[in-house]
């Protein structure tokens, strides 16, 4: 059995009012110590780590360019790529510009970390075959925004696939 295993990064800090609001995903102890100070709930790359590897497996982390400074995570990220984890783009639709910008996104990503970034996953899902016709033509190896349920099929989208 394969099981693909990845995480959306979309923000990696939330403001308590933020938090509180929906505070039903976490336990009481984890909002104390959010509203303390001692503990960035949306900051869990160590954790998803030592979980994962806990588990013997590896995961993709999708990450955005443009929702946040990727300084302040930029030696979470490293760590990961170094420890054998996939990092994909997590590419945010926004402007006219989209080959300009996919491009840039994935320049600078790869860049930042010293790695080849093959993966893409739209944010929020909100692909189109425009879309994946562009990460076809910049190179991607693999879409992962189109879900089982859309596709009838659990493998990796390749982008060969874009032709329907």
């Known amino acids: 059995m394969l099981?693909?295993?990845?995480?959306?990064?979309?923000?990696?800090?939330?403001?308590?009012?933020?938090?509180?609001?929906?505070?039903?995903?976490?336990?009481?102890?984890?909002?104390?110590?959010?509203?303390?100070?001692?503990?960035?709930?949306?900051?869990?790359?160590?954790?998803?780590?030592?979980?994962?590897?806990?588990?013997?497996?590896?995961?993709?982390?999708?990450?955005?360019?443009v929702l946040f400074n990727l300084d302040d995570v930029e030696d979470h990220l490293k760590r990961l790529v170094?420890?054998?984890?996939?990092?994909?783009?997590?590419?945010?639709?926004?402007?006219?510009?989209?080959?300009?910008?996919?491009?840039?996104?994935?320049?600078?990503?790869?860049?930042l970390l010293s790695t080849s970034i093959e993966g893409v996953r739209t944010h929020n899902l909100a692909v189109t075959k425009e879309l994946l016709r562009l990460y076809d033509e910049e190179g991607f190896v693999y879409d992962s925004s189109l879900r089982m349920e859309e596709e009838g099929r659990s493998t990796p989208f390749r982008l060969s696939y874009t032709e329907r």
Do not use: C
Not at 85 to 106: C, D, N, P, T, Y
């Open 82 to 111: 170094k420890g054998g984890w996939e990092i994909g783009l997590h590419f945010v639709v926004e402007g006219s510009q989209l080959r300009a910008l996919l491009r840039m996104e994935k320049e600078y990503l790869a860049s």
């Open 3 to 65: 099981i693909g295993l990845s995480h959306d990064v979309d923000s990696v800090r939330k403001p308590f009012r933020h938090v509180w609001r929906v505070r039903d995903r976490f336990t009481v102890k984890q909002l104390l110590l959010h509203a303390l100070g001692v503990k960035n709930l949306y900051d869990n790359f160590v954790d998803l780590m030592e979980l994962e590897e806990s588990q013997g497996v590896r995961s993709t982390f999708f990450i955005p360019v």
